[in-house]
């Protein structure tokens, strides 16, 4: 028998599972709230708003220059309680697993997975693993929910947002979506670039007790023209790109330009789109470039008046308006 | 960005008395030109014309119609690039009228982005006829060609439906009404052919004309070039795209092109038959041609001219003889969530592109 992969056998409830939690899961996750014979357990009381949020993650490769999919979920969950102005605390995850999976893979990406989680101070208080039969999966299946608690005073909310506030964003835009497209070896295109999968956390702890700070979101699927969308949808108001505002890697220039990509739609998964009254644009920069994550955080756009749009201003001064995606960007055929 | 500012102060420093028309015959150029705003920041007399640069927009419907059939009856596997997807066909209300539609009726239809995709997908399904409907300009034609060249699986085969792009531009010429005064010629199709496959505008036209890249800059620049061929009275083919496409072309890719592939007379959606502008496998390759291996689904009948659905003016679009906005039915009837000609689904088809920079007001052609 190949014990080297993921059987069916490993979900079906007997000794083969129980020994992949133990080996695996426990093993990496392990922490005293976690008690892998439970059926459900009680956590600690918590001063503060609790939040809650919850997302499911696949990508393909599962490992990519720059992260694979345990910390990439560990990073999307704590981003998306970041951003809302929370502190992490408590994640549970389910892991659908593909048959035929290496035991070994599994294991670098848990291990992966409770690295990320140890490092934003969160621990995993449940757990869950089925296996999927091969063919019904692409290997591995992340689902997270997760726990945090912010300050009953903080304020950051869609409504509050108004013309003439200003756009920014922490660093460069659609590095993930172009390395993980590179790691997939497509198009006969390769290249080193990382993805900014990463916690934001170290970013919205500096800013989010800014009075003047409206609001804040992670760019990460449909990218940059996304969250502006989701804004100007929300607040009623129009988002305005400035395009030789938005900081952009080389690399992702040149595989833009090679492919057709439209950059703004490029996902992140480690950058923070905050939207600021103006006279605090100065100071939200100055806490972000004090950081590493923020180095390259710098002003993008604004927000205005008349319609729900979102509109780039090009290099050549023409105004474009970046429609909501349709489908799946394409690369280009000719 | 210095340098498109440079080159844009140059094309405003030109004076006509009459509006002077550049037309693109790329997807590509028509997408980078609509992106970056060019149009808003050229002068008024100057305008940007896309023309016959799509290659799903032309890909006719007799194939794509065959395509779906092949997916829906015979159970193979059909790969295609993912534009392809939502192209709609002509058939009754009720009926499956594109692949996308079929896929949903439970064909096994798969999105491809490189023709490598579809030589895998045949390695991993070895037991089912895999069918590759290969759409596309000499760009995606020269690696399909060098795919079939090297060695392809037994169960994989191809529907071609590959297209030359400059018979259609020496059509526009020979028509006498052309519609434009200056030709910006694809960057990346004289990559593979050479630049100087576009010498005959020149040579027999006497019209301006210069390859240009993706870049703001490349483009202005060959705007520029262009404008002051016309200026001056001066005629030369211009390159600036030099970087990359070189004299000659990928010498490597024509001669894969040349040993796997014919060309023949093709029809274009819409539009008709123009001669010597498509590509067939040559015999040799009999035994990897999809429409050999299922003559069934070939329907002589479908080989109209005009079968654009009705109210559509794509064929229009592609030629340059109207702008995208112009068509009756644009953002009408006629949207990327429901899109009633080919011009409207593929992201290198000018009405997608303009609708999706923005374009919502229609007007009278």
Known sequence: ?334 | MDNARAWLDKIHAFEFDRPIKIMNVCGGHERSITHAGMRGALPKWLELVPGPGCPVCVCPEEDVYQAIRLALHDKVILVAFGDMLRVPVNVKKGEVRSLAEAQAAGADIRPIASPIDARRIAQDNPDRPVVFFAAGFETTTAPTAAMLAEGIPDNLSILLSGRLTWPAVAMLLDSGSPGFDALVAPGHVSTVMGPEEWSFVIDRHEIPAAVAGFGTESLLASFYSVLRQLKTGERFLDNCYREVAHPGGNPTGRRLLDHTLEVVDANWRGIGIIPNSGYALRPAFAQHDARLLFPDHTDPGRRRAGEMPPGCDCAQVVLGKIYPNQCRIYGKACTPRNPVGPCMVSDEGACRIWWAGGVRVAVDA
């Open chain 1, 1 to 334: 028998m190949d014990d080297t992969r993921i059987l069916l056998a490993h979900g079906n409830g007997g000794r083969l599972m129980r020994e992949l939690i133990t080996d695996v899961f426990a093993r990496h996750l392990g922490n005293p709230l976690l008690d892998t014979d439970a059926d459900a357990v009680t956590l600690p009381h918590v001063d503060g708003e609790l939040m809650v949020t919850t997302d499911g993650f696949t990508v393909e490769p599962l490992e990519f220059p720059g992260g694979d999919i345990g910390s990439l979920a560990v990073h999307g969950v704590v981003n998306d309680l970041a951003v809302a102005g929370a502190d992490p605390l408590y994640f549970t995850v389910s892991a659908l697993i593909e048959e035929g999976l290496e035991i070994s893979a599994l294991d670098r990406y848990i291990s992966s997975f409770a690295r990320a989680a140890r490092q934003n101070h969160v621990v995993v208080v449940a757990g869950d693993t089925k296996v999927v039969r091969r063919g019904e999966g692409s290997g591995l299946y992340l689902s997270v929910a997760g726990i945090g608690v912010r300050r009953a005073s903080t304020r950051l909310a869609m409504d509050r947002i108004a013309p003439d506030d200003v756009v920014l964003v922490s660093g460069p835009v659609g590095d993930h979506g172009i390395a993980v497209m590179l790691a997939r070896e497509q198009f006969g295109l390769s290249g080193e670039l990382r993805s900014d999968s990463a916690s934001v956390l170290p970013l919205t702890r500096a800013v989010r007790d800014f009075p003047h700070l409206k609001f804040m979101r992670d760019p990460t699927r449909g990218g940059l023209a996304t969250v502006a969308h989701e804004i100007a949808r929300a607040s009623g108001h129009s988002v305005v790109l400035d395009q030789n505002a938005v900081p952009l890697r080389p690399e992702v220039v040149s595989v833009c330009e090679m492919l057709g990509y439209d950059p703004y739609f490029l996902a992140c998964e480690g950058r923070v789109v905050a939207i600021v009254d103006p006279f605090a644009a100065d100071d939200v920069l100055a806490r972000w470039h004090a950081l590493p994550e923020g180095r390259d955080a710098c002003i993008i756009g604004r927000v205005e008046t008349g319609g729900t749009r979102v509109i780039l201003e090009t290099g050549l001064g023409g105004r474009r308006v970046l429609d909501e995606l349709e489908d799946d960007p394409l690369p280009r055929i000719c």
